[in-house]
């Protein structure tokens, strides 16, 4: 089924079911507080978890966030992009992340290239997966070396390999991201206003949101703030 066919017009007033994030601003957050890089990168993912808690409670069901780029993987330098790989082992085996995980009964799916990651985070984060699986309350899509346009030149290769109808329905069905419903809200924090990419198939009506906050700085207020923009906006999808 393809986007317009799949989505149902929402009133003013009404939660956003999937909201889906770019918590932007890691580094500069380090570097106006004359921190280490990784410190804004720490800080970031315990933010993301909250965030996680603070969405559910507002009713959300489902949230997407896009933790890695494969541009970032191609583009940033060998010692940043260890130090992040070992956040992101450190954070799959933290306990008091897996306690909220736990307690806000939070599924966790890994979408991306996951070739592009060294073994041990494969490993740690297919581990939370794992752990997760049997949760229904709560979806988090964790995307990691993803890549909007990646993410499509897929769907069209599994589609001229096998000879399958090119429409959109197909489409949807071979993206790496195919289990991911179209998103009612995109955040992206620290100023920037572009997509750069992310969820092209899944954010055709999508609500834009723009924090100037860096991710570190963005409290369960400016989410509160965000979620009433989004309440009083009229969604039409074409109509």
Known sequence: MGVSMAIKSRGPGEVPQHVALIPDGN??????????TFNGYEVGIKKFIDFSVWLKGFGVKTLTVWALSID???????AELSALYGLYIKAANDPDILEKLDANRSRVNIIGN???LPA???AALRKVEKRTKGYGDFTINLLIAYGGRYDLSVAVKRITQTGMPLDEGTIQRNLLTSSIPDADMIIRTSGEQRLSGFLPWQSAYSELYFSKKYWPDFQKQDLDRAMRDFSSRSRRFGR
């Not at 970032?72 to 060998?78: D, Q, V």
Request: glycine letters at 8%; zero cysteines; aromatic letters at 4%.
């Open 114 to 116: 996951l070739s592009l």
């Open 72 to 78: 970032n993987i191609s583009s940033r330098n060998g």
């Open 120 to 122: 041990g985070v494969r």
């Open 27 to 36: 580094r500069r957050w380090s570097r106006e507080n004359k921190l280490k």
